[in-house]
C-alpha cells in the first residue's frame, strides 16, 4: 500500500465542484488583483478568527517581515525565534533589518522554552516570535508575561496553526499580531502562495495594509516606499471555499493523531506528541520521537509510507547561520530534535486503511 505523506488531489476531488466554480468566477469577474474576492476572504477571515484586521499578503514570510517592519523594528534591534521552525521564520527579521536571536525549544511541546527565554533577552532585543510549531500551541501566558516585563512585542507565527486554540482563545488573538500562511500544504492552503497578518491594533493594521501595497492608500499617493506582496483573487476565491472546511479537516486531523497516539504508545522508545488537555492542537504535523528515527523511516519508505522530518538541520545550525557561531550545546533540545523527530503521514483524508497501515508497520519495525 502506498500512503503519501500529504495528498492535495484527495482533497482538491472532494471539493472539485465548489473550487472549478469559485476559480471560474474570478476569470469572468476579471478580479485578479485586489477587488471582490479579496476582500471577501479578508472579512471572513477575520472573522474565524475573531480579530478587527486581517491584512492579506504575497505568502507567510512577508506577513512576517511586514509586521516587523510596520512595528518599526529593524536595524540593531534584536528579535527572539525557536531555533527549531522554518528558516521563514528567522529570514523574515533578517530582511527586515533587525538581528536573530535563537531560543531552544521545549522537549514537550517543541515550541519556544520559556525557562530559557528571559535569559535571550538583552537591551535592544525588541520582539518575540512565537511559533507554534506543528500547529500545537506555543505557552502564550508565560511567553506574554515575559515580554509585558520587559515591553516587547509579540507576534504569532501561525503558519502550522489555523484554527488551533490555547486555552479556549483562538490562535492568532494572543499576541499584538499573528502571521499566517496559505501556503498549498499548511491546513488552509491556497492554489499558490498567499499568506496574512491578523491584528487588534488600527495602527498597524494601516501601516501593514501600506507596506504590502507600494507604502500608499490611494492609487498613486506613496506615502513611502514599500512592497509589492499580495494575496491574489485567484488564492481568496479557493480559500473562501477551503475555510467552510477547515473545521472539519481539523476535526480529522485530531481524529487520526488520536488513532495514532492510542496505538503508538508504548510501541518501542516512541513518544508521541504532547497535547496539554487545556489547548486545542490542529496537527499540521504528527510528529514523534525516537532514538531510531533514520532506520525507522528508511523502514516505512521501503514499505511505500511517506515521512517527513521537520526540520533535519536546527536552525542555528544551517549554514545561513554559521556566521553566528553557534555550537549544539547552545541548543541541546534543537539538536536532539533533530536527530529525533519524525513526521508521519498526516492530511484529514487519510483513510482508516492507511492509518492502520502505517501503524502496524511501525509496530513491525519495533518488533522485528
Ligand atoms: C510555512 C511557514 C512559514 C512561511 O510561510 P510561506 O507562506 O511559505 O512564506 C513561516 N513560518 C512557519 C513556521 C511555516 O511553517
Given at each position: ?25 474570478v476569470i469572468d469577474s476579471t478580479a485578479f488583483i485586489g477587488g471582490f474576492f479579496v476582500n471577501r476572504f479578508r472579512q471572513e477571515f477575520a ?304 483513510t482508516d486503511e492507511q492509518i492502520e497501515y502505517v501503524i502496524n508497520s511501525i509496530k513491525e519495525y519495533f518488533n522485528q
Amino acid at each position: 500500500m502506498n500512503v503519501p505523506f500529504v495528498d492535495l488531489k484527495a482533497q482538491y476531488v472532494n471539493i472539485k465542484d465548489e473550487i472549478d466554480s469559485a476559480i471560474q468566477q474570478v476569470i469572468d469577474s476579471t478580479a485578479f488583483i485586489g477587488g471582490f474576492f479579496v476582500n471577501r476572504f479578508r472579512q471572513e477571515f477575520a472573522d474565524y478568527i475573531g480579530v478587527k484586521h486581517c491584512i492579506p499578503c504575497g505568502n507567510g514570510t512577508d506577513a512576517l517581515m511586514l509586521t516587523l517592519m510596520a512595528m518599526g523594528i529593524g536595524h540593531g534591534d534584536e528579535v527572539i525565534v525557536p531555533a527549531n521552525s522554518f528558516i521563514a521564520t528567522s529570514e523574515a527579521v533578517t530582511a527586515a533589518g533587525a538581528d536573530v536571536v535563537f531560543c531552544d525549544v521545549d522537549d514537550k511541546t517543541n515550541n519556544i522554552d520559556t525557562k530559557v527565554l528571559e535569559k535571550k533577552i538583552t537591551p535592544n532585543t525588541k520582539a518575540i516570535i512565537a511559533v507554534h510549531l506543528y500547529g500545537n500551541p506555543a505557552d502564550m501566558k508565560a511567553i506574554m508575561e515575559i515580554a509585558q516585563k520587559h515591553q516587547l512585542k509579540v507576534i504569532e507565527d501561525a503558519a502550522q496553526a489555523h484554527g488551533a486554540l490555547y486555552n479556549g482563545k483562538k490562535i492568532g488573538t494572543l499576541a499584538d499580531a499573528a502571521c499566517f500562511s496559505f501556503y498549498p500544504g499548511k491546513n488552509l492552503g491556497a492554489y499558490g502562495d498567499g499568506g496574512a497578518v491578523v491584528t487588534n491594533n488600527d495602527e498597524l493594521a494601516k501601516k501593514i495594509k501600506m507596506l504590502a501595497n507600494h507604502g500608499r492608500i490611494e492609487k498613486y499617493n506613496h506615502e513611502f516606499e514599500g512592497f509589492n506582496s499580495r494575496l491574489d483573487g485567484l488564492q481568496a476565491a479557493v480559500l473562501s471555499v477551503k475555510l467552510k472546511h477547515l473545521n472539519d479537516w481539523t476535526e480529522s486531523r485530531r481524529r487520526i493523531a488520536k488513532l495514532y497516539s492510542d496505538n503508538l504508545t508504548g510501541i518501542g522508545d516512541i513518544r508521541d506528541p504532547f497535547e496539554d488537555q487545556a489547548n486545542y492542537a490542529v496537527y499540521h504535523l504528527y510528529v514523534i520521537k525516537t532514538a531510531h528515527r533514520d532506520a525507522l523511516k528508511t523502514f516505512l519508505e521501503n514499505k511505500g509510507i511517506k515521512c517527513g522530518i521537520h526540520y533535519p538541520i536546527g536552525l542555528p545550525f544551517l549554514k545561513a547561520y554559521q556566521h553566528l557561531n553557534h555550537s549544539y550545546d547552545d541548543f541541546p533540545m534543537t539538536a536532539k530534535n533533530q536527530k529525533e523527530v519524525l513526521s508521519l503521514p498526516m492530511f484529514p483524508e487519510l483513510t482508516d486503511e492507511q492509518i492502520e497501515y502505517v501503524i502496524n508497520s511501525i509496530k513491525e519495525y519495533f518488533n522485528q
